[in-house]
Every structure is written in C-alpha cells, then in structure tokens.
C-alpha cells in the first residue's frame, strides 16, 4: 500500500498544479485571450496564434525554455527556438520572406511615399525619448523604440543587437500584438485627425511601373542603403534579396519557397518562441508595463504623424493626396495599407486607396530598419 500511496503522490506533485503561481495562471489566461483573438476575429492569427500558444507553453511547463545545462540536462525545445531570435536569423529571414511576397510598384511609381514612410517613423524617436524620462538606459530605450515602427522582426534584431536580451520578450510580444491590433488601434487616430472630405479624397492611378525598375530597384536600394549604414544589411540585403527574387521572374522556385514554405516555418519557430519568452517571472513586472504603455504611445505617435505629413502633403498638391495612405507609413506589411483602404472605403465605398498606401508601407519597412542600424551606429555596434 505504501508503494502505491507513494506512486500516486508523485504523479499528482508531477502536475503542473502544484507549481504554478498566480502570475502563470495571469498568463494562462492572456494566452488564450489572445488565441480567442486570433480565432474569433482574425487579428493577424498568422502570428499572434504561435505567439499566444508559446505563451500558454511556458507557464505551464516553464523548462520548455530551460538553457542547455541547465539543471545538468539539455536545454528545452523552445530555448533552441529562441537561439535563432538571439542570433538575429529568424528576423532576417522573415524579411526576406516578407520581399517576396511584396509589390514594390507603389513605391516606385511614387517616390514621395518615402516621404510618408519616413514621417511615420516620428514614432520611433518619440519613444526614445520617453524611455529615457523613465529610466531606462540608453541601449534598453532604443531598443523599445522600435516598437513604434510596429515592426516584430527589426525590434527582435535591434533588442539583441544592444544586447537587450532581458527586454527582448516583452519588447518582441509588444511589438508583435501591436501589429495584430492594427485594425483597433489605427482607425480612432486616423479619423480624429482627418476630415470626413480629406477621407473621400481620390488619388490618380499610379504609373506602370516598368520590368527593369522593378529589377534595379532592390539592388540600388540595397547598395544605397548598405554602403551608409552597413550594419542594415542583414534586414535590408535580405529583404530586397527576396523582392528581387520576385521581379527578376528567373528563379520562380525560390520566390515560392521565401514567400510560403519558409515564411511558413520561420513564423511557427518565431512565433512560439517569442510567446515562450513570457513566463510569470519575467514578464510580469514594472519594466514590461512601461514597454508595453511606450510601445502603443510610439504606435500612436507614428500613425499621427503619417497621417499629418499627409495631411501637409494634401495641401502641398492641392487636394491630390489622401492623408490616410499617411498611416501606413508604420511598417506593419499589408495590414497598415488595408486599414487605410478600409477607412477610406468607409468614407467612400468607390475609394480605392490600397495600391497608393502600398507605398509608405514599403517605405516604412526599410526605414524601420534604417532606423535600427542609426541606432547602432550611435552606440558602435556592428
């Protein structure tokens, strides 16, 4: 009998009952919220249904993410993960996915757009600053700030760039629900500073875009870019490395596989394993809760000042500009362009605004990134 009383008590101590604190329980409950998000209205379930299931994982078996050696046994299966979050692989890669599966023609066809990428990125440095007033070094407030730009991979490759490992999860799901919530978030900020004439405005057809522009387009960028702030390289080499897979129609194989298998894969491994860096323990705490307040008064800030620079710009060309291409400016790609279509269509269901808001998406990508590597080349980081 002693022998079975002991057996049944080491298998009910075994339950993750008896281990669990009130925060994994917090947490248990902000995962399936999240997956109920995802589910229920289909807010990017692309990522936040990995995100929120890696966060459902590590609080209620927190050695998936033990370190190799740690307790003398190998690391857990999302620690491996999580490496290739640290080494700055995963990020690179979504970026390459993301080129190949991107139009760049807006952009091209309208230069100006960069303009309206640019000023988005307002967002960014506001964030800065509002980290330093509250406490955070120098190297730790950069690396919130780009949360700002609503771009998941650049704050992963930025966070680990300052080795700002400690940060990296709440900065990584930050930014990551941001860009899920871009469809909430957006829409309030884009009519609060636009009038319902300025949402009805019609933009001219955009000019064709020729094959070879297409071509030299992400090889001049890349060449531009790279040769002023190298340390870009890895994000910006690897996006234009995917577009130019797309435009140069010679290697449609690998156009498929960056755009869908590996795109695919990265974002599963991505996904949970910035979920699993969300553990009561580190999670729950003051500094995640003034990531998290920073990060949505960068996005707002971003998104208000797109949409002002297109508001100037509207006046500029006499009414040619609509000011809500302006919000997708923050680099969250196609979902910013869609909300900006979406609002405008509300205005004027005959409004088509998603090709001309295709621009400052782009546009806030790379200077998303641009951003990153002036950061790092303030602080000598290569």
């Known amino acids: ?31 399936l919220v999240f997956l109920f998000l995802a589910i229920k209205f289909e807010f990017e379930p692309l990522l936040l ?25 190998g690391g857990g299966l999302l620690y491996y993960f999580y490496k290739l979050d640290e080494w700055a692989i995963l990020p690179s890669l979504i970026f ?55 771009d998941g991979p650049t704050s992963i490759f930025l966070a680990t760039k300052l080795q700002q490992t400690t940060l990296l999860g709440p900065i990584a799901v930050a930014a ?42 992400p090889i001049v960028v890349t060449i531009v870019v790279s040769l002023i702030l190298p340390t870009t390289a890895p994000l910006v080499g690897m996006l234009m490395l995917g577009n130019l897979f797309r435009e140069s129609g010679v290697v ?24 699993a860096t969300t553990s009561a323990e580190a999670f729950l705490n003051l500094d995640t809760l003034k990531i998290v307040g920073l990060g949505l008064i960068a996005f707002a800030f971003g998104t208000a000042a797109g949409v002002l620079f297109g508001k100037l710009m509207c006046v500029l060309t006499k009414g040619a500009v609509n000011p809500l291409i302006g919000s997708a400016g923050v680099s969250a790609v196609p979902m910013a362009a869609r909300v900006s279509q979406k609002v405008g269509a509300e205005a004027d269901p005959t409004n088509f605004l998603l090709m001309h808001a295709m621009g400052p998406n782009v ?20």
């Open 176 to 217: 990551y629900s941001y860009m899920s919530l871009v469809p909430i978030i957006q829409p309030p900020i884009m009519k609060l500073f636009t009038t319902e004439k300025e949402r009805k405005i019609k933009m001219a057809q955009l000019r064709p875009v020729t094959k070879l522009e297409k071509i030299l387009f």
């Open 49 to 73: 249904v990995p995100i929120a299931f890696g966060m459902l994982l590590v609080n209620i078996y927190p050695d998936i993410m033990a370190e190799y050696g740690e307790g003398g046994a």
């Open 252 to 275: 449609r194989q690998l156009t498929e596989t960056a755009s869908n298998a590996l795109m695919y894969i990265v974002v599963i491994i991505l996904g949970t394993s910035v979920g």
């Open 96 to 150: 390459m996915g993301v080129g190949a599966m991107t139009d760049f023609g807006p952009l091209i066809a309208n230069p100006k757009s960069f303009l309206l990428g640019a000023a988005a990125q307002f967002g960014i440095f506001a964030a800065y600053f509002g980290a330093i007033a509250m406490g955070f070094n120098d190297k730790a407030a950069a690396a919130i700030s780009i949360i700002g730009g609503a």
């Open 363 to 382: 546009a806030g990508v790379i200077g998303t990134a641009v951003a990153a590597g002036t950061f790092m080349a303030v602080f000598g980081v290569f």
């Open 1 to 31: 009998m002693d022998y079975i009383a002991n057996t049944l008590s080491n298998l009910i101590h075994q339950t993750a009952f008896f281990n669990l604190t009130w925060g994994n329980y917090l947490m248990i409950l902000v995962a």
